[in-house]
């Protein structure tokens, strides 16, 4: 199996907690290692990129293991990359997890509940919201976990939000220690959760943004719920490669409008020379005119502010699971 992991806060079944150790502090006594669960439904041409970021994020300390719904649709690559590095869902109860990430897919369907690997999922989430400390659900994971929890239905947007977006904390919170007040966070999405139902259904939300809505929310309960709108994981390239592949979709023929170019993301310069181009495809539309697309030395984008932040929401979220196991072990222990 492939591996990795993370750090911060600490927060309790109950409540956060007052006191507890720095994860994997040098002071500390050593502590049985993490083992955490990517469930990674991205589409194909994604799979691999997913891995990595998710890697990178949960880092080198925690042990990460690498789990699919069979029933997403795969080509033969991504199938044999499978069966080479990941386990079936289904062998999750017995994994030993910890806490469990996961992603989204790109829908297929009308409705999520009618998804091909909708059952499946909705079977992970009650299992994972006893059996793990904590999970993560990424965009459209977060969307199908908070209707089948509570019926809370996505609503599409009239324009699909792509950039890199400053988010405000609404409220403290262990996830959020030692970040700042705005952070900045890609989003990529043609939907959105509204707010007044997650909050009337429990849900507290943790950051937002006056550009795109709820960005950051929990659920609390045996297991803590994370849900991500946006995509903290993504690489400074990410966007890029997405805008280039709507750019393709419209020039084929398989979507109606030439996609808006991710805001907040390119230099000057670059928005200048995509404009140009977007210009030119309005007007002659063919597939062939993808191959004269600016390249990534001609487009470059910003710096990737938003790395730093995503970094230490996963230390502290590791934290939070790091906290959590102690106290359920300790909870066992006297039981």
């Known amino acids: 199996m492939l591996e990795h992991g993370g ?55 925690v042990e990460l293991r690498f789990f699919s719904l069979a029933s997403v ?6 199938r044999a990359h499978l069966d080479r590095f990941y386990a079936p869902h289904t062998a999750l109860p017995t994994a030993g997890l910890d806490a469990l990430v996961i992603t989204g897919s790109e829908p297929k369907a ?37 209707l089948h929890l509570d019926g809370i239905e ?17 409220q403290p919170h262990p996830l959020l220690s030692g ?25 507290t939300v ?9 960005d950051l929310f929990v659920r609390e309960g045996a297991s803590l719920m994370v849900f991500l709108q946006g995509h903290p994981e993504y690489e400074i390239d990410t966007l890029a490669r997405e805008y280039r592949r709507d750019i393709g979709r419209f020039l084929e023929g398989s979507r109606d409008t030439c996609p808006g170019i991710p805001e907040n993301y390119y230099s000057d310069d670059a928005i200048e020379r995509l404009e140009t181009f ?3 495809a309005r007007i002659k539309r063919a597939l062939s005119l993808h191959a004269d697309f600016p390249d990534m030395a001609a487009t470059p984008p910003r710096p990737a502010a938003w790395q730093d932040g995503a970094a230490r929401l ?11 196991r102690a106290l359920r072990a300790t909870a066992e222990a006297v039981a």
């Open 7 to 61: 750090s911060g806060a600490a927060y309790g079944e109950t409540g956060l907690v007052d006191t507890v150790p720095p994860f994997l502090s040098e002071a500390a006594a050593p502590a049985p290692r993490l083992r955490i669960g990517l469930l990674n439904n991205m589409p194909d041409t994604a799979l691999v990129q997913t891995e990595r970021q998710f890697r990178r994020l949960i880092g080198p300390e």
């Open 73 to 78: 649709p795969r080509g033969p690559l991504a």
């Open 110 to 146: 009308a409705r999520l509940d009618a998804e091909p690997y909708y059952a499946d999922f909705t079977a992970v989430v009650d299992w994972a919201a006893q059996a793990t400390t904590s999970t993560l659900f990424s965009c459209l994971a977060a969307h199908a976990a908070v």
């Open 154 to 170: 996505r609503r599409p947007l009239p324009a699909k939000h792509s950039g890199v977006y400053p988010c405000a904390a609404s």
């Open 179 to 203: 970040m700042a007040p705005v952070m900045p966070v890609p989003h990529s999405r043609w939907n959105d959760l509204p707010e007044g139902e997650l909050a009337a259904k429990g849900y």
């Open 206 to 214: 943790l950051r937002r943004s006056e550009a795109v809505g709820v």
């Open 278 to 280: 977007a210009e030119l």
């Open 314 to 324: 996963f230390r502290n979220w590791l934290s939070l699971v790091a906290a959590n």
